[in-house]
Every structure is written in C-alpha cells, then in structure tokens.
T-cell receptor, first 114, second 116 residues
Framework: AQSVSQHNHHVILSEAASLELGCNYS??????LFWYVQYPGQHLQLLLK??????LVKGIKGFEAEFIKSKFSFNLRKPSVQWSDTAEYFC????????????FGTGTRLQVFP | DTEVTQTPKHLVMGMTNKKSLKCEQH?????MYWYKQKAKKPPELMFV???????INESVPSRFSPECPNSSLLNLHLHALQPEDSALYLC???????????????FGPGTRLTVL
C-alpha cells in the first residue's frame, strides 16, 4: 500500500532562513504528488503539485518542490521564509489503487520567528 | 475559482442531538469528499461521492450519514455522536485538471464540531 512519510515533525526557523521539508512516498509507479499548507485557523490550500514532466515544480508564495524518482522523494523548499509562512505543511500522494484517495503524510509544523 | 463553502463554521451538539453539516461547490467538480481532522493531525478520509454516487466509505460509524442531493451539494448528517467525534470536518471537491489530467482536491474551511 502507498504511504507517505514526513520526517520533520516540527521545524523552527528565523525569517530569511532557507527551508526544506522532507517527503518520501513508497509506491514506485506513476504518482501524483501534492503539498498542501494549513495556516492557523484556516483551511487546507494547495501549494503545488507534480504529475509528470519537469521534476522541479514551482508553486504559490515562492515555494517549489523537487521530485526525485530514484529517492522516492518530493521535498518542499523555499529560499527565504517569512513569519507569515508559519503553518502546518502536508505532503500527499494519490493512492494508485484509487486515485480519488489522497494519502497524507503526518504533517510538519513550521514556526518562523521574526 | 476553486471555492468550496461549508456551513456552519462552528457547531456544538449534545450526544442525543441530530444535526447536519453542509458543503457546496459550484465548480462542476465530479467528486466530493468528507474528511475528519483532529488537531495537529492530517485529514482522515471518511466518504467520497463520485457523480453523486457514494464510491468510498472508509468504515465510518453509522452515526455519520452522508448525502449528496445533487452535484453541487454534500451533506453529513450526525446523530448520537460521541465526545471523541469532536473535530474539524472538512469537505473537498475535485475534478480532472484539463491541463495535466490529475485529480486535484480543493478543500473548504471546515466545520469545527464539539460534542458535549
């Protein structure tokens, strides 16, 4: 069965620091990968997604992610974080057995201090 | 426009009450979803409707009853809930993106449910 791992549970950064959040998945075939963000008290928003083609995906708010098939990874990056990036970040992948199912990682809580 | 709306925003109910949560989308999406999210946890899938038919029930207790009256509307009927059912209930909808043929889910703001 497909699974998603986010090893960084809680990340604390100062403003302007660079960010990389890890995401690994288990299925070796064709995958669609997503990063969602949930700001405090708000709903899940799609940051970016990968389906095929260029493994470097650019999303909203200056985020990008790189799909590395050989490492089963889809890490999220941002060169310079802001206080407003404080949020919970979830990596997700479509279940190959049923693409209506999204399998979420456990989430990474990012705190950015001014 | 990727807006999914949910009402009410907050709901407090007793264990003997019957209440309903409502979700709407007017984007022509073919699939709609109910998720349950506990604090600091990822969303857990409960139900999926595809073309107004229930396609996935993740072994959810019968005290939760979904309903899809039409392609834009999704309800979740609640009856005899337990305090441990207190959570944020999220609705989502999805369609196949014509640019890349992926199914992308868009989430509503949720209903924060408290069961006393």
């Amino acid at each position: 069965a497909q699974s998603v791992s986010q090893h960084n549970h809680h990340v604390i950064l100062s403003e302007a620091a660079s960010l990389e959040l890890g995401c690994n998945y288990s299925y070796g075939g064709t995958v669609n990968l997503f990063w969602y963000v949930q700001y405090p008290g708000q709903h899940l928003q799609l940051l970016l997604k990968y389906f095929s083609g260029d493994p470097l995906v650019k999303g909203i708010k200056g985020f990008e992610a790189e799909f590395i098939k050989s490492k089963f990874s889809f890490n999220l990056r941002k060169p310079s974080v802001q206080w407003s990036d404080t949020a919970e970040y979830f990596c997700a992948v479509n279940d190959p057995a049923d693409t209506d199912k999204l399998i979420f990682g456990t989430g990474t809580r990012l705190q950015v201090f001014p | 426009d990727t807006e999914v709306t949910q009402t009410p925003k907050h709901l407090v109910m007793g264990m003997t009450n019957k209440k309903s949560l409502k979700c709407e989308q007017h984007m022509g999406h073919r699939a709609m979803y109910w998720y349950k999210q506990k604090a600091k946890k990822p969303p857990e899938l409960m139900f999926v409707y595809s073309y107004e038919k229930l396609s996935i029930n993740e072994s959810v207790p019968s005290r939760f009853s979904p309903e899809c009256p039409n392609s834009s509307l999704l309800n979740l009927h609640l009856h005899a809930l337990q305090p441990e059912d207190s959570a944020l209930y999220l609705c989502a909808s999805s369609h196949e993106d014509e640019r890349d043929y992926t199914d992308t889910q868009y989430f509503g703001p949720g209903t924060r449910l408290t069961v006393l």
